[in-house]
């Protein structure tokens, strides 16, 4: 499934009235390896790998989730 390719403003919107922390994660090496949302109860919600716009990817991938799970 394509992401919609959100604004970074309704990514940050969704993220602030969510309660989502996000946390890099890095290998020994101190190179980041993923990007993990939790939720606000910190529950881990998706371990999206570490590249170019994981942050907003990873955001898109959960907020697709949910709209799923709407219908």
Request: net charge negative.
């Amino acid at each position: 499934m394509k992401p919609k390719g959100r604004t970074g403003n309704q990514i940050l919107s969704w993220m602030t009235e969510n309660f989502i922390d996000a946390e890099f994660e890095y290998d020994t090496d101190m190179m980041p390896e993923a990007v993990v949302l939790y939720n606000k109860h910190g529950q881990t919600l998706v371990t999206y790998p570490y590249g170019d716009d994981c942050l907003s990817e990873a955001c898109e991938f959960v907020m697709d989730q949910e709209e799923r799970e709407d219908i």
